[in-house]
T-cell receptor
Framework: DTAVSQTPKYLVTQMGNDKSIKCEQN?????MYWYKQDSKKFLKIMFS???????INETVPNRFSPKSPDKAHLNLHINSLELGDSAVYFC?????????????FGPGTRLTVT | KNEVEQSPQNLTAQEGEFITINCSYS?????LHWLQQHPGGGIVSLFM???GKKKHGRLIATINIQEKHSSLHITASHPRDSAVYIC?????????FGTGTSLTVIP
C-alpha cells in the first residue's frame, strides 16, 4: 500500500487556469506538508497542517490555498496559474508536528504551466 | 546566505569508496534530516537526528550540535547510491533545506 500518494503525477496547464493537487496518507500521521522544488532542485516548504489546522504558512502567493478536509488529506489548490508556478510539488507527512519525526514523502506532482 | 550549507555540491566516486557529505547550519534546531532524492525524483528520508550518531546499513549520520554540523557517510559505495542527498533542519516551525549534493558512483 502506498503510504503517501499524490494525484496527478503530471499536470500540464495554461496560464490563468485553476488547478488542484491531491494528497493522501494512510499512515495515521497527524501532520502533513506541501513542498515546492524549483527548476534548480531547491526544496522549500510551503504549508504544514497538523490535525487539519494550519501551522506553517510560508511566504507563498495567496493564489495557493491548502485545504485539509481531514487529517489524512491535504490538497493544494492554485488559482490563476503563472509560468513561475512550474515546479515539482511534494506532499509529505510525519507522525507529529513538534519534536523530531521523520517525514514520508509522496512521489511528487510535476506541474508545467504554459 | 542560506541557513543550511552543504558540501560538496557535486561528488563523483569509484565504487567501493568511502564517501562523506557535510552539512552546516546557522540556526538553532530541534532536528536535522538527511534526505535522498533518486534520479527518478522520489524523496526518501534517510535519517532524523537531534544528537549523536545513527547507522542504517552502509549509511552513517552524525551531528555535532555545538558546532552546528552534520555529516553523512556512505561506506563501500555502490552505483545504486547515486542520487542527490539533501540536508534539512527544523528550527521551531520553520524548515530550511540545503541545495543538495549530487553523488555519482561509477562502477
Amino acid at each position: 500500500d502506498t503510504a503517501v500518494s499524490q494525484t496527478p503525477k503530471y499536470l500540464v496547464t495554461q496560464m490563468g487556469n485553476d488547478k488542484s493537487i491531491k494528497c493522501e496518507q494512510n499512515l495515521g500521521h497527524d501532520t502533513m506538508y506541501w513542498y515546492k522544488q524549483d527548476s534548480k532542485k531547491f526544496l522549500k516548504i510551503m504549508f504544514s497542517y497538523n490535525n487539519k489546522e494550519l501551522i506553517i504558512n510560508e511566504t507563498v502567493p495567496n493564489r495557493f490555498s491548502p485545504k485539509s478536509p481531514d487529517k489524512a488529506h491535504l490538497n493544494l489548490h492554485i488559482n490563476s496559474l503563472e509560468l513561475g508556478d512550474s515546479a515539482v510539488y511534494f506532499c509529505a507527512s510525519s507522525p507529529r508536528a513538534t519534536g523530531g519525526y521523520e517525514q514520508y514523502f509522496g512521489p511528487g506532482t510535476r506541474l508545467t504551466v504554459t | 546566505k542560506n541557513e543550511v550549507e552543504q558540501s560538496p555540491q557535486n561528488l563523483t566516486a569509484q565504487e567501493g569508496e568511502f564517501i562523506t557529505i557535510n552539512c552546516s547550519y546557522s540556526v538553532g534546531i530541534s532536528a536535522l534530516h538527511w534526505l535522498q532524492q533518486h534520479p527518478g525524483g522520489g524523496i526518501v528520508s534517510l535519517f532524523m537526528l537531534s544528537s549523536g550518531k545513527k547507522k542504517h546499513g552502509r549509511l552513517i549520520a552524525t551531528i555535532n550540535i555545538q558546532e552546528k554540523h552534520s555529516s553523512l557517510h556512505i561506506t563501500a559505495s555502490h552505483p545504486r547510491d547515486s542520487a542527490v542527498y539533501i540536508c534539512a533542519v527544523r528550527s521551531g516551525n520553520q524548515f530550511y533545506f540545503g541545495t543538495g549534493t549530487s553523488l555519482t558512483v561509477i562502477p
